[in-house]
């Protein structure tokens, strides 16, 4: 069991998005939302400054996306575990997208549970 929360990043253009997602975070215990980003390039901003745990991100917002910013994020802070989040099929994705080291999940099926479980797959492995 973590004794220290794990702080999570959500990233999305969409407000009502990022609402949601910080809606599932409050409700998982030993999870807290760290902060929001609208971009790619904000997300990477906020990691300058604040650690984290978890980037919960989605794959297609203006500017830098998802796909650049998960693999800045994986070069710079490979501790850190990247969730990207879209409403596209995992084979509608790149194919360099997993192999980068981010998770994927669908935004329609992401809830409490899923946030746990990746957590516990991937997220207290070093890359």
């Known amino acids: 069991m973590e004794q220290d929360l794990v702080r999570v990043l ?6 009502s998005f990022r609402r949601a997602v910080a809606g599932v975070i409050a409700v998982v215990e030993g999870f807290v939302l ?5 971009s ?6 906020f990691l300058q400054d ?3 745990g978890m980037v919960l991100m989605d794959v297609n917002m203006p500017g830098m996306g998802g796909l ?3 693999r800045q994020i994986r070069w710079g802070h490979p501790d850190v575990t990247v969730v990207l989040l879209s409403v596209n099929n995992t084979e509608d994705l ?8 981010a998770h994927y999940r669908h935004k329609a ?8 479980a990746l957590w516990s797959d991937g997220g207290q492995e070093g890359s």
């Open 10 to 15: 959500v990233v999305d253009d969409l407000p």
């Open 34 to 38: 760290a902060g929001e980003a609208t």
């Open 40 to 45: 790619g390039e904000e997300a990477l901003d």
């Open 50 to 52: 604040h650690p984290v």
């Open 68 to 70: 650049e910013a998960a």
């Open 94 to 101: 790149p194919r360099d997208a997993m192999v980068m080291g």
């Open 109 to 116: 099926r992401f809830g409490p549970d899923e946030l746990e």
